[in-house]
């Protein structure tokens, strides 16, 4: 099928910042280099919530005022596992107790992708960065000092194909914010 001009393969995402990105290349350098492969560039380096796919300029238009109206407060991501996808073959980090305060972000992120008009895929969130692409079977390992990571918002990215691989651009961001008088989640920072 043509897609429309302007057309852009766009996902949904938490971005670290430099703080983060550090403490993950240093907590995971040693797997890294294990993994040999395809490291992710630093500045590539993200959580994928959902994988929305071509979106059309308009639709990208609704998405945009369904996911201003996502409620869910900031939470603590405790990347404490290294690991990898044997099949598609990346090593990645993760945090193996995500809160329930992401699973419930990423089911208002499908609703509201849903409500937009996309149909995303329907295979399990995963949550995890991807750190090497074409990367050799890294032994699981926990980490004895995790990367802890204060989310307080999520973007919405583009991704492009080149040659010398993917390029990821944030393109723009919502904050995590509560509902006023909703319970707090019990792990704020
Ligand atoms: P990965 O890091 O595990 O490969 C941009 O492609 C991001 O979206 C990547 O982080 C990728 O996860 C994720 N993603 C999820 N589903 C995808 C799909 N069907 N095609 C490409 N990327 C996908």
């Not at 996902?11 to 395809?38: K, M, T």
């Not at 099949?87 to 208002?108: D, F």
Request: glycine residues 6%; contains cysteine.
């Amino acid at each position: 099928m043509p897609s429309s001009p302007g057309t852009e393969r766009l996902f949904l995402a938490l971005w670290p910042d430099g703080a983060v990105r550090e403490a993950v290349r240093r907590a995971a350098a040693e797997a890294v280099r294990a993994a040999r492969g395809r490291p992710v560039p630093p500045d590539n380096l993200h959580l994928t919530l959902l994988f929305l796919g071509a979106v059309p300029p308009a639709v990208r238009e609704a998405l945009a005022a369904r996911l201003a109206a996502v409620r869910c407060a900031p939470f603590e991501l405790v990347l404490d596992r290294i690991g990898g996808f044997p099949r598609s073959r990346v090593a990645w980090i993760a945090p193996s107790r995500p809160p329930a305060a992401l699973h419930r972000l990423v089911g208002q992120l499908r609703a509201a992708a849903e409500e937009a008009g996309l149909a995303p895929e329907r295979r399990p969130f995963s949550p995890h960065l991807t750190l090497v692409r074409k990367a050799r079977p890294v032994p699981a390992q926990v980490l004895a000092r995790p990367v802890r990571w204060g989310v307080r918002r999520f973007w919405l990215v583009r991704s492009q194909t080149l040659p010398d691989g993917a390029r990821y651009t944030p393109l723009r961001a919502w904050p995590l914010a509560a509902e006023a008088g909703a319970a707090p989640d019990p792990t704020p920072v």
